[in-house]
């Protein structure tokens, strides 16, 4: 099979999220604004180089002859979210995109009341399906299928349903009204395709396994492929991971071992042997509570069962992609670059008269390349090389220690829409305060208490971005260090947006998550963050913690934004080294 023909579109869900709330509804309507078109668009918190459309409500991609595509839930008459359909957007290198007419849209019975989320796999022959799930006129979730008018096009722009949608209909087993967002397929060494399907029973939230010979007549699995008790599944997604070989090995291990970043593709799965050396990962969205996790562990094709690694929690504790405002993220196999990237979605943090008045709502996070760490006990993310072209005027600042309450700001650049790299050496690690347990089952409660203006041992110590001169308004990303009972050591990583602005309907909490790196052993910690006007998305230790937060600042707008580095700790910490670039404004959704 060509390498242009084995990748996955992606596309991700959009959601509705309330401006005070903690728990979020998804797919809220509102009737008498989903409709209003923009009279203008307001660019003042708009994002330079996150993806976003011109306009209106938005809310992932494909590699296809040469081009990256991305298909998007869209709304084109308003900032709400309602008259969803498939929006679509190219790019050669995930930067620069240019926008094309919608992909698909409500045309049909069996879609008529919205086009929802949905996957798309490369068949054998070449030819792209897309699978997304409709509404029908019994206010059923079914799922559909759809092609490519014309192969020849590399554009994709036109696609056709054919009349024997839907392919798969809600049985009576399931819940048809909570049935919904189809994966990737996958061929098995059986000879027929699988895809899981999200669902819920009370609460128990369920991938729902089905087969196909000819990818046209699909059949239920006599039993779910995986569920847990966390409330409703969203936008599953299943993918194979390469592992590190162990040292010591023969060549063709060795040689693996070099190689354990690269993607795999589901298409691999064909080959029995390669379905045994690899790793699966189930990521799901929980739909009370608007996060994501993740297991890693092992699936048998033979009986269809995955079984997540026993270090894994398989409840809505478990390991995140993003412990911020990341939600119904998707993954696809990038063959050009050999390399897996997933991608995400986050909504507005503020009210729906806001979006409406500013004329836009919703952002993808920066593609992020994934892959499973060496030793195995998570994924870790880095935005995709791509990005560093972007990088346009630099500063550094070397071996400068910041003792405790000190801070200096870093100046020669505009920081509101920059990238930050920088790593912070730790003095002395015996003044860290000593963990309570408890606290690891709520990482975001424990920052929300201990935030960046609580001084500590270790820590508080990290950036104050999007600030204001008088640093009245300000977000701070930073890390804190605590010291465990067996005197390991525990990191703690927050994104805290609490005077990121002083309107007080904006939903601005705290994100936090535990870094699972040995601070011992090297006493050093390293730190990225992208800033863009009103997005803030950090990676902690290389990325094995990441978090995305929405900011909304009054003043520290433009050219009155400003950057910190800051330390509240007993223990001085020093910058071993910080590069800061400003970033480029790409061409981004130019009509073609």
Partial sequence: ??????????????????????????????????????????????????????????????????????????????????????????????????????????????????????????????????????????????????????????????????????????????????????????????????LLVGSKVGMKGLAVLYRS???RNWVKAHHPFHS??????ECPDFFPVAVAAEEGGSSGQNRRRHHYRRGVDTAALRDAAVAEEVKYVLKVSLDLTRYEYYTVGRYDHATDRYVPDAAFQDNDFGLRYDYGDFYASKSFYDPAKSRRIVWGWANESDTVPDDRQKGWAGIQAIPRKLWLSPDGKQLVQWP?????????????????????????????????????????????????????????TDAQALCKKLGSDVKGGV??????????????ERTAVFF???????????????????????????????????????????????LRTLIDHSVVESFGARGKTCILTRVYPRKAIGDDAHLFVFNNGDSDVKI?????????????????
């Avoid at 847990?228 to 599944?233: H, S, V």
């Avoid at 010291?483 to 805290?496: E, F």
């Fill in 228 to 233: 847990a008790q966390t409330g409703m599944w």
């Fill in 1 to 194: 099979m060509a390498a242009a023909a084995r990748t996955a579109l992606v596309l991700v869900a959009l959601l509705q999220m309330t401006a005070v709330a903690v728990v979020r509804a998804s797919h809220v309507v509102y009737p008498e604004l989903q409709s209003l078109e923009a009279k203008q668009v307001d660019g003042t918190l708009r994002t330079g180089y996150h993806f976003q459309p011109p306009k209106h409500w938005i809310n992932g991609p494909m590699y296809y002859k040469g081009l990256y595509h991305l298909f998007y839930q869209y709304n084109p008459k308003g900032a709400v979210w309602g008259n969803i359909v498939w929006a679509h957007s190219v790019s050669t290198d995930l930067i620069d995109w240019t926008a094309l007419e919608p992909g698909i849209y409500p045309s049909k019975t069996f879609d008529v009341k919205g086009c929802w989320s949905g996957s798309a796999t490369v068949l054998p022959s070449g030819v792209p399906a897309i699978m997304y799930t409709g509404i029908d006129p019994d206010e059923r979730q079914v799922q559909n299928v759809a092609y490519p008018v014309n192969l020849s096009d590399p554009y994709l722009r036109e696609w056709y349903k054919p009349d024997y949608n839907p392919i798969i209909d809600p049985d009576s087993g399931i819940n048809a009204s909570a049935f919904r967002d189809p994966t990737t397929a996958w061929y098995g060494p059986d000879g027929h395709w699988r």
């Fill in 480 to 526: 804190r260090v605590f010291k465990s009972n067996d005197s390991s050591h525990v990191v703690l990583m927050c994104n805290d947006p609490t005077r990121s602005s002083y309107e007080s309907k904006i939903y601005r909490p705290t994100f936090a998550g535990f870094v699972d790196v040995d601070i011992a052993k090297n006493k050093q910690i390293a």
């Fill in 459 to 472: 820590g508080p110590f990290g950036l104050w971005v999007l600030a204001s001169g008088d640093l009245k």
């Fill in 213 to 215: 010979r000819d990818f």
């Fill in 576 to 592: 071993t080294n910080l590069d800061a670039w400003e970033m480029k404004t790409p061409k981004m959704n130019t009509q073609q």
């Fill in 384 to 440: 995709v090389e791509e990005v560093e072209t972007l990088r346009g005027k630099h500063v550094n600042v070397s071996d400068k220690v910041i003792k405790n309450g000190n801070y200096f700001e870093v100046t020669g650049f505009k920081p509101v829409q920059s990238d930050v790299e920088l790593a912070f050496a730790i003095k002395d690690l015996s003044k860290a305060e000593k963990f309570d347990p408890s606290w690891r």
